[in-house]
Structure formats: C-alpha cells, structure tokens
T-cell receptor, first 113, second 111 residues
C-alpha cells in the first residue's frame, strides 16, 4: 500500500499566485485532514473531512479551500498565496478521526515570496 | 483554548540511557497520540492510547487520566531514536474533529 501520498514535495510561489496541494490515500479512510507546521508551533489543523462530500474548518482555515469529491482524494487549494502561508503542510488520514492512529503524508514545503 | 504542554523542549542523552518525555493536557480527552518526526520531516504514529500503558519494542507510553498526563519512555536509547517526538490530544466534546498538538520534544542521542 502507498498509504498517504502528498504532492508536490516542494513549491515556491509568488504572492497572489494560486496552487493546489494534492493528497491521496489508498486505505479507504473516512477521515482526512490538512495541517500546517511552523517553527516553534505545534501542528495546526487547517481543514478536515469526515467523508466524501463533507468538509469543515479547523483552527486556521483562512486563505485555504478544500473539497472531498471521493474518499481517496482531499486537495488543499491556496487561492491567492500570501507570505504568511509559507509553511510545511501535512495531509493525514485515519479510520475514525482523533480516535484512531493518523497516517501522514511526507509533507509539502511551501515558500511564498 | 485547550493546551498541550510537552517537556522537555530539547533533550540530549548518551546512547543506552533511559529517556522520558512528558505531556500534560488541560481537560478531558478521548485519546492521546504520540508521534515521531524524523529529520527528513516525515511523521509516524507511535501510539494512540486513552488509558493505561502500551509497549512497542523499546518504546513505552503511559497515560494517567486523573492527572491529565502522559509519558513516552525509550529504553536502551540509540542514535536512530534521534527525532522530534510530538504529543497530540483529541479533546472530548464538540468542536473541530481534530487533534491539538504539543510543540514537540527534540531528542538527540549521542553515540
């Protein structure tokens, strides 16, 4: 099994550009989530989904959009990148959200100049 | 805001030493997770527990619900254990169906 696949690994954007971070899992997990990791701070939840067609906001949702059209895929969209969105982004999936072990992708290092 | 506090922030030890990393949280939880993040950046789930103790190889995780405290122990530490160890809790009740993460403990095991 591939587990959770995140692409790209690295990305540099200019302020105002848009992009989509891709996340796919092959474990048939209902729960998927996006986190950002910044120096000196714990991982923070951006958006999450408890199943296809269902998404909700996490702790830091501003500037990001998500959709969940299939169980496997959960893309994260930056509509107009800002320097404050420079971070490392992780996608994760699990069977039952916080009540089951999380499986993480390898992360995307995003720099916005 | 529900907090997760980890200690120590940084820990350097010699190979073979017994390591303890602590995690404290503020209110009732549904589950507590211990994660490992290697220098390459990938994050791996080590344990998920809601009571008692779990053991996997040289790693042991314990939780005391009454004291709102968990510990991660590493026996016979080895340089390959060098990583950031992250505690995360799933708080009971409503709100975002996610986890609150500690800032991590940066562990270095010297040969």
């Amino acid at each position: 099994n591939a587990g959770v696949t995140q692409t790209p690994k690295f990305q540099v954007l200019k302020t105002g550009q848009s992009m989509t971070l891709q996340c796919a899992q092959d474990m048939n997990h209902e729960y998927m989530s996006w986190y950002r990791q910044d120096p000196g701070m714990g991982l923070r939840l951006i958006h999450y989904s408890v199943g296809a067609g269902i998404t909700d906001q996490g702790e830091v949702p501003n500037g990001y959009n998500v959709s969940r059209s299939t169980t496997e895929d959960f893309p994260l969209r930056l509509l107009s990148a800002a320097p404050s969105q420079t971070s490392v982004y992780f996608c994760a999936s699990s069977d039952r959200g916080r009540r089951s072990p999380l499986h993480f992708g390898n992360g995307t290092r995003l720099t916005v100049t | 805001k529900n907090e997760v506090e980890q200690s120590p922030q940084n820990l350097t030890a010699q190979e073979g030493e017994f390591i303890t990393i602590n995690c404290s949280y503020s209110v009732g939880i549904s589950a507590l997770h211990w994660l490992q993040q290697h220098p390459g950046g990938g994050i791996v789930s080590l344990f998920m527990l809601s009571s008692g103790k779990k053991k996997h190889g040289r790693l042991i995780a314990t939780i005391n619900i009454q004291e709102k405290h968990s510990s991660l122990h590493i026996t016979a530490s080895h340089p390959r254990d060098s990583a950031v160890y992250i505690c995360a809790v799933g708080y009971s009740g409503g709100g975002a169906d996610g986890l609150t993460f500690g800032k991590g403990t940066h562990l270095i095991i010297q040969p």
